[in-house]
């Protein structure tokens, strides 16, 4: 199994930015996925996740209707589109992928990447 | 929503010493708790989910008990390896809420 997440980077407050997540080394489709942040020397966040048939997504109150989770199973790509970033919203996001096809904890995790709101 | 919360949130002991760490959910979640360990600049590992099954490679010295409210992570013989911080998730439903972590250290 790997993960690989991409698009993180420099943002100024109010901005976007969108996340990529590729999966390999299983049947992507037939697994739930998750975004999960950290802030800089804090603990884990849930932010997000997604069923396996992508049709059930759920979200963590502090991003809900700024962020959207989507996936491309014919592609085995994971998204987060971020919207009206703000400073909070800094953090490592790391994609993980989860034991069954419905939203439950995570046994394979990618290595994240950085996401930082600034101007 | 529901709270996760740990206690806790830091301790050090010594190596072979018996570690128990507790996590309450401010609702009962039945037995929908996991357990990550997280090494410094690593990424979080599954140790154990459904409250009490031990995930694969997961050393034995590791065990998980609890339902409804209450839960416990318990390292049975601290090995220095152990170093990490250490989190509890509830995902009966979402939120699937992180509890604020526990770091464990070797005295």
């Known amino acids: 199994v790997q993960l690989l997440e991409s698009g993180g980077g420099l943002v100024q407050p109010g901005g976007s930015l969108r996340l990529s997540c590729t999966a390999s080394g299983f049947s992507f489709s037939n697994y739930a996925m998750s975004w999960v942040r950290q802030a800089p020397g804090k603990g884990l966040e849930w932010v997000s996740g997604i069923v396996g048939s992508g049709d059930d997504t759920y979200y963590a109150d502090s991003v809900k209707g700024r962020f959207t989770i989507s996936r491309d199973n014919s592609n085995n790509t994971l998204f987060l589109q971020m919207d009206s970033l703000r400073a909070d919203d800094t953090a490592i996001y790391y994609c993980?992928?989860?034991?069954?096809?419905?939203?439950?904890?995570?046994?394979?995790w990618g290595q994240g990447t950085l996401v930082t709101v600034s101007s | 929503d529901i709270q996760m919360t740990q206690s806790p949130s830091s301790l050090s002991a010594s190596v072979g010493d018996r570690v128990t760490i507790t996590c309450r959910a401010s609702?009962?979640?039945?037995?929908?708790l996991a357990w990550y360990q997280q090494k410094s600049g690593k990424v979080p590992k599954l140790l154990i989910y459904?409250?009490?099954t031990l995930q694969s490679g997961v050393p034995s010295r590791f065990s998980g008990s609890g339902s409804g409210t209450d839960f416990t992570l318990t390292i049975s013989s601290l090995q220095p390896e152990d170093v990490a911080t250490y989190y509890c998730?509830?995902?009966?439903?979402?939120?699937?809420?992180f509890g604020g972590g526990t770091k464990v250290e070797i005295k």
């Open positions: 998730q509830k995902y009966n439903n979402a939120p699937l809420t």
């Open positions: 459904a409250a009490s």
């Open positions: 993980a992928k989860g034991r069954s096809s419905v939203v439950t904890p995570n046994n394979y």
């Open positions: 609702q009962g979640i039945s037995n929908y």
